[in-house]
RNA sequence: UCCGAUGUAGCUCAGUGGUAGAGCAACCGGCUGUUAACCGGUUGGUCGUAGGUUCGAACCCUACCGUCGGAGCCA
């Protein structure tokens, strides 16, 4: 459609209308809400960028024009011409007095209305519950978050080097994939990029990969969609000490930046922000055995060799008041590419980061098995395919070096930073046990 | 896969054996400062599905299906 200018008046985003106060301006944008009586309408406009209210007053515009406004259904498109002014009964601290509008398409029985709706509901109109206030702070407060990984990861001479989707075999062996055909044969969904991400930092030193990971595990719980987004660093010449310094400085920095420059959108979720400030380094460092006792004292039956379920993890995590690494977990219930602590085999130079306030898991990480035949032996032991393996042992076999490394599932880091019940509403359009829809 | 809840109007819910209800949405009308606006009216139902008990079932029983939460697994 042609947007033939009625007027003079230049088209602005709703967030820069401060910038033209006492002009007139043009906002293009859609309908959230109308409120109107005899003589006078109330205009609720959002464009994307932020709201803004439309007052329209008969005795202002005239019988014809003002009857355009009485009609407009909720989330109808539109573009509105008046004059921007301060207002400070507006949240947004202005008002736009108007002159006209043109309803570019009439919208009529939009399904989300402004009373309460069920999540399921919701769900099912995933594709117009983005529009809401709540769901802009979330997302934004997610691409903040992304845009704040990177940023740190890049200024600390890190690499991206993303990793394949469709891969050949499982990388760990033991959760279920997503399984599709590949031609001939068959191919599966990614669940990590970590072992190509081995492969890459003996290329180039530190890198990344930064994407979606898929997991066909039936989990229901507020903490797992089947496809999620992890970052994951990798490090030459690295070893666990210094591996947890790099993920707590990362989340530091990223913390401050979304509490520094998302604090409007912190507020509509109404977080408590204090919470946020604790994300400073240095994190607290547990070993597996001191989690156990801990356990045990807060009289939690767990022995020594299994591993935290969420509640669990939910007891330690509030024993503390910021993040907390939980270190060298046994040997035997972690992946087979985890270093042994040479101390200690029993168990491995890894460790968890968990985050208060029931979040949970939201970084796995430590230093890698660097040593031929002992990941020989433990390919063995875990009853991996040899010849599916042959390249990663082949990274043992042409200058091995210590590394490490970590993953971090970015939608529990934004349920976490934004104090939600359920990471479904931290993604745009989450994947989970029972909705593929929209 | 297991455990526990739950399913009634487009939405959120009430109704626990005797005529199917409310608020909101939609539609019509009224109102000059609303902001979950308000006031009056209209429309709107295979009570998840299938069987059973009963003179009579939204309600009691059985099975199945869907959804939600949790466990396991994990980020």
């Avoid at 932020?50 to 019988?63: H, P, S, T």
């Avoid at 042994?340 to 460790?351: H, I, K, M, N, S």
Wanted: charged share 30%; glycine share 8%; proline share 5%.
């Amino acid at each position: 459609m042609g947007f033939e200018s009625m007027s003079k008046a230049p088209w602005v985003r709703i967030d820069k209308v401060g910038e033209h106060s006492g002009e007139i301006v043009e906002i293009r944008g859609w309908l959230s809400r109308l409120r109107s009586s005899g003589k006078i309408s109330f205009l609720q406009l959002r464009d994307g960028s932020g709201n803004i209210q439309g007052v329209m007053a008969k005795a202002d515009v005239g019988e014809e024009i003002f009857a355009k406004s009485k009609s407009v259904g909720q989330e109808s498109s539109l573009r509105a011409w008046g004059k921007v002014n301060p207002d400070e009964r507006a949240p947004g601290g202005y008002e736009l007095h108007l002159t006209d509008i043109e309803v570019l398409h009439h919208a009529e029985g939009y399904p989300i209305t402004p009373k309460e709706h069920g999540t399921d509901f919701l769900m099912d109109h995933r594709h117009l519950w983005l529009r809401s206030n709540r769901q802009h702070a979330i997302l934004k407060i997610r691409a903040e978050i992304m845009k704040g990984i990177i940023d740190w990861l890049d200024d600390h001479d890190f690499l991206r080097v993303d990793t394949p989707i469709l891969t050949p075999s499982a990388c760990e062996g033991t959760t279920t994939l997503f399984e599709t055909d590949y031609f001939e044969s068959k191919a599966y969904l990614a669940q990590s990029g970590q072992l190509y991400n081995e492969a890459t930092a003996m290329a180039f030193g530190k890198v990344y990969t930064f994407g979606p990971t898929f997991r066909a595990e039936k989990s229901k719980t507020r903490r797992h969609l089947m496809e999620f987004w992890m970052v994951e660093p990798e490090m030459a010449f690295c070893d666990f000490e210094e591996n947890m310094r790099v993920q707590e400085q990362m989340l530091e920095y990223v913390a401050q930046r979304v509490l520094e420059k998302r604090a409007r959108e912190l507020k509509v979720l109404e977080r408590d922000t204090a919470k946020l400030e604790n994300i400073k380094a240095p994190f607290v460092r547990l070993a597996y055995d001191d989690a156990v006792k801990l356990l045990n004292e807060k009289g939690v039956e767990f022995a020594w060799g299994g591993d935290f379920g969420g509640g669990d993890e939910t007891i330690i995590a509030e024993s503390f008041d910021r993040p907390v690494f939980v270190h060298r977990f046994p040997t035997a219930i972690k992946a087979f590419y985890m270093k042994p602590d040479p101390e200690r085999p029993e168990v491995v130079l890894g460790a968890d980061l968990l985050a208060p306030e029931g979040y949970g898991e939201v970084i796995g990480g430590g230093q890698r098995l660097d040593d031929l035949a002992l990941l020989e032996q433990r390919i063995k032991d875990h009853h991996l395919p040899e010849e599916a393996y042959a390249w990663y042992v082949d990274l043992r076999r042409y200058g091995s070096v210590p590394h490490s490394g970590f993953g971090l599932g970015l939608e529990r880091t934004v349920a976490w930073f934004c104090g939600l019940e359920h990471v479904r509403e931290t993604i745009p359009f989450p994947r989970m046990l029972s909705r593929l829809y929209p």
